[in-house]
């Protein structure tokens, strides 16, 4: 999947709201070209409109909808979404998953808690309660990578509906 910068996609809804001519909220590749044309900051005018309608006319009509631009943007912001969600992932089971088996068990947890010097043995127990009460949901005392994709979504406030 092409993606455009943000600026590009913002670039292109202006476009669309002042260069439609024929106003049926699309845009032709006559229009990209002729208003690309127009801005003396577009070196190669075709080459820009080439980029443009590879990563946002995906029904190959040429000609680039609201829709399309929309779609474009949920699309990247799910992108986004799902590497921050990843990262975070890797970050904890790299931290936490003493045996890299890919889950997180109370006992490894609490090992990880008991060698750092501001937890300590005394406070192992209460740190890892807190940890596996905020990802823990079935009480298992075994942290998944589902649970963890479920934390980090709220922890970032990612959802599918945004």
Not at 48 to 57: I, K, Q, Y
Request: some cysteine.
């Amino acid at each position: 999947m092409s993606t455009l910068p943000e600026s590009v996609v913002k670039d292109v809804e202006t476009m669309m709201s002042k260069f439609d001519k024929n106003n049926d909220r699309e845009l032709s590749w006559d229009e990209v070209v002729e208003r690309l044309k127009e801005n003396k900051n577009c070196k190669d005018p075709y080459f820009a409109a080439f980029s443009m309608f590879t990563a946002l006319d995906k029904n190959q009509d040429r000609k680039i909808s609201l829709t399309e631009v929309q779609n474009h943007k949920l699309e990247t912001y799910a992108k986004k979404c799902e590497n921050i969600i990843k990262k975070d992932i890797k970050n904890v089971l790299k931290e936490y998953d003493g045996n890299k088996d890919g889950k997180i068990t109370w006992d490894e947890v609490c090992d990880v808690f008991r060698k750092d010097p501001d937890v300590g043995e005394e406070g192992c127990e209460n740190s890892t309660r807190y940890l596996f009460g905020s990802m823990d949901k079935n009480n298992d005392k075994v942290i998944t990578k589902d649970e963890l994709r479920a934390f980090s979504m709220r922890f970032n406030n990612l959802y599918p509906s945004q």
